[in-house]
Nanobody
Framework: QVQVVESGGGLVQAGGSLRLSCAAS????????ANWYRQAPGNERDFVAS???????NYADSVKGRFTISRDNAKNTVYLQMNSLKPEGTAVYYC?????????WGQGTQVTVSS
């Protein structure tokens, strides 16, 4: 069994920064693609960023140049560095990991950006 847990959310002023972490534990042979999504109240869950096992990255246009996704394979952890945060970035941020060829979602971490 694999568990995925996000952390690092909180309250920050517009223009500030946060770093989210997503840690996988359990029986892990490989983590392929790792993704971050976010869901604001009343909205669908939207793609934010992804990183492959080869460290290729992809970002939503709305976060390009401000967010950076990275991974530490030794720690089975994926990070999302968020800079220049905007109030519209207020959402629950979710991690989606493909572990051992199976997709796992975390429980989410709340990010609130005040104006």
């Amino acid at each position: 069994q694999v568990q995925v847990v996000e952390s690092g959310g909180g309250l920050v002023q517009a223009g500030g920064s946060l770093r989210l972490s997503c840690a996988a534990s359990g029986t892990i042979f490989s983590i392929n693609v790792a993704n971050w999504y976010r869901q604001a109240p009343g909205n669908e869950r939207d793609f934010v960023a992804s990183i492959t096992s080869g460290a290729s990255t992809n970002y939503a246009d709305s976060v390009k140049g401000r967010f950076t996704i990275s991974r530490d394979n030794a720690k089975n952890t994926v990070y999302l560095q968020m800079n220049s945060l905007k109030p519209e970035g207020t959402a629950v941020y979710y991690c989606l990991l493909r572990v051992n060829s199976v997709n796992y979602w975390g429980q989410g971490t709340q990010v609130t950006v005040s104006s």
